[in-house]
């Protein structure tokens, strides 16, 4: 089956401009979260969605990172006012739930973001 | 103290020897563990999961699981190049209702021929 898809694959934007980064989840997979990975790093965790809400916003860095989650489904993570230090790997994973044995986590190909 | 700990590495082995990853963590919690392999440039993959005290095995690779000393580990054996990338771990955390996986920051593997 179709796995996790995220969109644009790059993006290039100018210092000071919004971003809108798009993840679709494996079908019927109810937990959605978002991480960063800044080049030769670890994952950073932003936000992860159990349905629709957000039960855990605790990673996203500032007040120009949100969220949000319709339908159940796609995602979409919005950075306004980008700065130079945004540039990153920005990846998405989707588990069927956020609960012990279904936690396993699959990967999207991720969204690499450069602020210029 | 972070909550999922890692040697960053590199970790060299060579060809055909036994690699073993280690891993900690900190909350006494958690009750799912997992490991993933992410080579340069790609996205993580998911690779072994664990849940209970012992050994799993799959394939080449065990995972380790000994919750009283909070220690995970990969062992991959008769490694090859291609398992040559950056191994991370994961634990589940619990906030009161919540739960997300932590992820280490994970250890570089170089397997020379």
């Known amino acids: 089956g179709a796995g996790v898809s995220q969109s644009p694959s790059n993006k290039v934007t100018e210092k000071g401009k919004d971003v809108e980064l798009r993840c679709d989840p494996i079908?019927?997979?109810?937990?959605l979260y978002w991480y960063r990975q800044s080049l030769g790093q670890g994952l950073e965790f932003l936000i992860y969605?159990?349905?629709?809400?957000?039960?855990?916003k605790s990673g996203l860095p500032s007040d120009r990172f949100s969220a949000e989650r319709t339908g159940g489904s796609v995602s979409t993570l919005t950075i306004q006012r980008t700065q130079q230090e945004d540039s990153a790997v920005y990846l998405c994973?989707?588990?069927?739930?956020?609960?012990?044995?279904?936690?396993?986590?699959?990967f999207g190909p991720g969204t690499r973001l450069t602020v210029t | 103290q972070k909550e999922v700990e890692q040697n960053s590495g590199p970790l060299s082995v060579p060809e055909g020897a036994i690699a073993s990853l280690n891993c900690t963590y900190s909350?006494?919690?958690?009750?799912?563990f997992f490991w993933y392999r992410q080579y340069s440039g790609k996205s993580p993959e998911l690779i072994m999961s664990?849940?209970?005290?012992g050994d799993k095995e799959d394939g080449r690779f065990t995972a380790q699981l000994n919750k009283a000393s909070q220690y995970v580990s990969l062992l991959i054996r008769d490694s090859q190049p291609s398992d040559s990338a950056t191994y991370l771990c994961?634990?589940?955390?619990?906030?009161?209702?919540?739960?997300?996986?932590?992820f280490g920051s994970g250890t570089r593997l170089s397997i020379r021929p």
């Open positions: 994973a989707s588990s069927r739930t956020s609960l012990g044995t279904t936690q396993k986590q699959y």
């Open positions: 079908s019927g997979h109810t937990a």
């Open positions: 969605f159990q349905g629709n809400s957000a039960p855990d």
């Open positions: 909350d006494r919690g958690s009750q799912s």
């Open positions: 664990i849940y209970s005290n």
């Open positions: 994961a634990v589940n955390s619990r906030y009161s209702s919540a739960s997300k996986i932590i």
